[in-house]
């Protein structure tokens, strides 16, 4: 398998593991820092549904917008202690660097 293959691979199950996970729900409505969480997965969960709908084609602006989503990711895993929240940010995060980083870019 190549790494572009493994890449696109690990995105793909990353991204359905995050599918079939629950928001932690202690965290609804949470703003750490005043960074909304709901809001964040959700600007995450876009950009990697229209990069994996593109062939695993991200456009310049989705791929900035994913970066940012990395460093309030970071201030939300500072201040988050309870295991399952972790976990659920910490895939997330991870989730949104590979995407930001991934082979193809789309121009439009």
């Not at 398998?1 to 409505?29: K, V, Y």
């Not at 310049?60 to 970071?74: G, H, K, P, T, Y």
């Not at 500072?78 to 660097?97: D, I, N």
């Amino acid at each position: 398998m190549s790494r572009t293959s493994e890449h696109g691979a690990t995105i793909a199950c990353l991204w359905q593991e995050h599918l079939d996970a629950p928001f932690p729900a202690r965290l609804r409505g949470a703003e750490p820092g005043g960074i909304d969480i709901v809001l964040l997965d959700a600007t995450v969960a876009g950009c990697v549904s229209a990069r994996q709908n593109k062939g695993g084609c991200l456009d310049a602006e989705r791929n900035r917008i994913l970066r940012d989503c990395v460093a309030d990711l970071d201030q939300v895993l500072a201040s988050t202690t309870e295991a399952e929240e972790l976990r659920y940010f910490r895939r997330l995060r991870r989730l949104a660097a590979l995407a930001s980083d991934s082979g193809p870019r789309s121009t439009n």
